[in-house]
C-alpha cells in the first residue's frame, strides 16, 4: 500500500493513543498477502473509556481489533477487502489456536468520514443508537465488523479521538478541541506534533503539485496552534502570579512556558528535518519566545538543515 501522508498519519495516531495499553502494530502484514493491515491493537490492561481519556474510541479497543481507516467516503470494494484481511487474520488465529472460541475472535472497525445508505445496506449494516450512540453501524454478527461513520459522531469530548480521523471542519473543529485540551493530557503534545507532521506533508505534497484536496490544507491554521499555546501558557503563568503576589511568578511560568514550546520545536524539526548538531540546538534554545512562536510557524516551509540555517542567521 502506498503511504500517503493520511495513511501515514493513521499508523503514528493510533498507536499514540493505544501504546500504553497493549501492543499495537501498524502495518501488519498478513503472512502470503500483499497486503496489510492500517493498525492491529492487542491490548495487555483495561483500556479507558471515559471522556477525558480515550472515550468511544477506547470502547472500540476493549478486545483485539483491527482498524482499517480511510480518509474518502469507504467503497463497497474497500470494505470487501478489509474483511478479506479479518477472515484471513481470523484463520491465522485459529491456526495458533484450535479452542478460541467465537466470542474471542478480533473484530474489525472501518471508520470513514461517510458512508453511504446503499453501502450500509449492502452489507447489512445496521445503526445501534441505543448501546453506541450515532454514527455507530454493526454488520451481521458472522462479520464481527462495525463501521464508524465519522461524521455522524456527535460532536463531545467522547468522541474527539474519532472525529480527529474525520476531514473538513469535522477535523477543523476536532483539532481546536485538541489544542483547549489540558496541557497535562497526556496525548495532547504528541497528536499536536503528529498533526503538524501531517500539514508538513501536504504543503510538501502541494509544492510538488501532488493531487491533494484543497480542504486537506486549510482545516485549520498552525499560527493558531502555537498562538494559542503560547496565549495558555501566559495566562496560566499570570494566575499563578496573581496567587502568589510575587513577579518572580510570572517570571518562571512564562519560562516554563517557552521550555516547553522548544520542547515541542525540537520534536518537530527532528521529525521533519532529521537530527541536529548540538550547535543548532543551542542556538535554538537560546531564541525568546515570539521568535520561537515564529519558527514554528515557517517549519512548515523548511525541506532541508540549511533552511533552518539561513533562517537562524536571519532571526538570531
Not at 480521523?165 to 497526556?186: C, F, M, T, Y
Not at 496525548?187 to 501536504?202: K, P, Q, T
Not at 502570579?241 to 514550546?261: I, M, V, Y
Request: charged content about 25%; aromatic content about 6%.
Amino acid at each position: 500500500m502506498t503511504i500517503f501522508p493520511h495513511d501515514q498519519f493513521v499508523k503514528e495516531y493510533l498507536p499514540e493513543l493505544f501504546k500504553n495499553y497493549g501492543i499495537v502494530i501498524a502495518g501488519e502484514n498478513l503472512s502470503g498477502e500483499m497486503r496489510e493491515i492500517d493498525v492491529l491493537f492487542i491490548p495487555q490492561k483495561p483500556v479507558p473509556t471515559t471522556p477525558e481519556t480515550l472515550g468511544l474510541l477506547g470502547k472500540l479497543a476493549q478486545k483485539t481489533s483491527l482498524f482499517e481507516v480511510f480518509r474518502n467516503p469507504v467503497t463497497s470494494n474497500q470494505i470487501r477487502s478489509c474483511l478479506a484481511k479479518l477472515f484471513d487474520f481470523h484463520a491465522k488465529k485459529i491456526r495458533e489456536n484450535q479452542s478460541l472460541k467465537e466470542e474471542e475472535l478480533p473484530l474489525l472497525w472501518i471508520l470513514s468520514p461517510t458512508v453511504s445508505d446503499r453501502i450500509l445496506d449492502l452489507f447489512g449494516a445496521k445503526l445501534e443508537a441505543d448501546n453506541w450512540g450515532n454514527g455507530l453501524y454493526f454488520c451481521s454478527s458472522g462479520f464481527k465488523t462495525g463501521i464508524v461513520v465519522i461524521h455522524q459522531l456527535p460532536v463531545n469530548s467522547e468522541t474527539l479521538w474519532l472525529r480527529l480521523l474525520g476531514r473538513g471542519k469535522v477535523q477543523e473543529k476536532a483539532i481546536s478541541e485538541l489544542q483547549q485540551l489540558p496541557i497535562n493530557d497526556p496525548h495532547r503534545d504528541n497528536v499536536i506534533e503528529l498533526v503538524y507532521g501531517l500539514f508538513a506533508m501536504l504543503q510538501a505534497n502541494k509544492r510538488d503539485k501532488t493531487d491533494i484536496k484543497e480542504d486537506d490544507i486549510t482545516m485549520v491554521s498552525l499560527r493558531e496552534i502555537f498562538r494559542e499555546r503560547l496565549a495558555e501558557e501566559a495566562e496560566k503563568a499570570s494566575q499563578q502570579s496573581l496567587q502568589d503576589g510575587l513577579q518572580q511568578g510570572l517570571q518562571q511560568g512564562l519560562q516554563q512556558g517557552l521550555e516547553l514550546e522548544i520542547s515541542l520545536i525540537m520534536r518537530l524539526i527532528k521529525r521533519k528535518l532529521g537530527d541536529i548538531s548540538n550547535e543548532i540546538e543551542t542556538r535554538i534554545r537560546s531564541l525568546n519566545i515570539k521568535k520561537i512562536e515564529t519558527l514554528g510557524e515557517d517549519l512548515l516551509d523548511f525541506n532541508s538543515h540549511q533552511d533552518l540555517l539561513d533562517w537562524l542567521e536571519k532571526n538570531q
